[in-house]
């Protein structure tokens, strides 16, 4: 039973619960999560165009001494601030004799190799050719086309969120061995939410999924957990604004407007040739309520609780799509 409608909200952001529900007496979603309108959201992400951009790591992540380093594809990349703080980016190889600049600092905006001191600037030097960058204010991102293969986008396809300067924001990273795929399909799966995470999420139902293709989004019912029958019941929304990114949207209830954004970037395969993705999830959570002011007055505070409370989720997420890969990899996936 849910706690009450997402759309009403009293003085305070909680609410009661009229009873607990034991875990196994929740009503079972299976007949529900049918494989073939997972395989057709996911086949639908897949089908948009991305630009050929990927997500390095957090805005806050990049420091003005050194570069921020991801290998991304097979590709290593560092990000780095110019001295008017515009970000560059480029291959993370030195073109000299092959030193890793992710290891190299940042003097004055310029990246220093570190091995014979081959100054970048974040223009062409010495057969090194700078890469797009977007810094989007929450998260950075770098162009790849050779990695991507589509039509270069001269920017990331971004979803609609609050003003990251007037909200709260965190990000969250993690690594799993599988395909950026198997992460989206995890989020493309909302059925599993109160099975599977019941320490975080209860009461839910999906009132709604993708019905064509101008319409694939799944709506979403549930309250979230604080302690006890105290919950925060909303209405989310889920839509894949591109291959490689989830985003769920609050569009009713407490923090309406808020946004939870779930990115895959393809690493490269590990020791054992077995594909690694990171997952690199961003809250940008805002509210019109007097008291979130001071909420964003204690962020440096708060951040680190909301990463911790996203990585207590993505630890079973992950061995979800890890699973999902495993099983692909050896034909046994029954979807």
């Known amino acids: ?3 009450g409608p997402p759309a009403r909200r009293g003085r305070l952001p ?5 009873r607990r529900v034991p875990w196994e007496r929740q009503r079972p979603t299976w007949r529900d999560a049918r494989p073939a309108v997972i395989a057709r959201a996911l086949k639908h992400a897949q089908s948009r165009p991305s630009g050929n951009w990927y997500v390095v790591g957090a805005t806050r992540a990049l420091r003005d001494d050194r570069p921020l380093a991801r290998t991304v594809a097979g590709h290593e990349v560092v990000v780095w601030r110019g001295p008017d703080g515009r970000p560059h980016a480029g291959p993370g190889i030195c073109p000299h004799l092959g030193a890793p600049l992710a290891g190299s600092p940042v003097r004055c905006g310029t990246l220093v190799c570190h091995w014979h001191g081959l100054a970048l600037d974040g223009r062409p030097a010495a057969g090194w050719e700078p890469l797009p960058v977007h810094d989007d204010g929450v ?3 770098v ?3 050779d990695a991507g293969g589509e039509t270069p986008l001269p920017a990331p396809v971004l979803p609609g969120r609050p003003d990251p300067r007037a909200a709260l924001t965190a990000v969250c990273e993690a690594t799993g061995v599988c395909e950026p795929e198997d992460v989206i399909a995890n989020r493309l799966d909302p059925w599993h939410g109160a099975w599977f995470h019941p320490y975080s999420f209860v009461d839910l139902t999906v009132t709604g999924t993708p019905g064509d293709e101008d319409d694939d989004r799944f709506t979403v ?4 957990k604080v302690a006890g029958r105290l919950v925060v019941p909303v209405r989310a929304v889920f839509t894949a604004p ?4 989830v985003v769920m949207h609050i569009t009713e209830g407490e923090g309406a407007g808020s946004v939870v954004e779930t990115h895959a970037t393809p690493l490269g395969p590990d020791e054992r040739g077995r594909p690694r993705t ?10 019109d309520r007097r008291g979130f002011a001071a909420a964003r007055a204690a962020a440096p505070l708060l951040r ?5 409370a996203a990585a207590r989720l993505w630890r079973d997420d992950l061995a979800y799509a890890e699973r999902r890969w495993q099983l692909r990899a050896t034909g046994r996936f029954p979807g």
């Open 14 to 18: 909680l609410s009661l619960r009229r």
């Open 1 to 3: 039973m849910n706690a």
């Open 304 to 308: 680190p609780l909301m990463r911790t």
């Open 221 to 224: 019912d549930v309250s979230f």
């Open 139 to 141: 998260l950075l991102w």
């Open 143 to 145: 162009r790849l086309d």
């Open 278 to 287: 990171a997952v690199v999830e961003a809250v940008v959570a805002a509210s």
């Open 242 to 245: 591109e291959p490689r990114t």
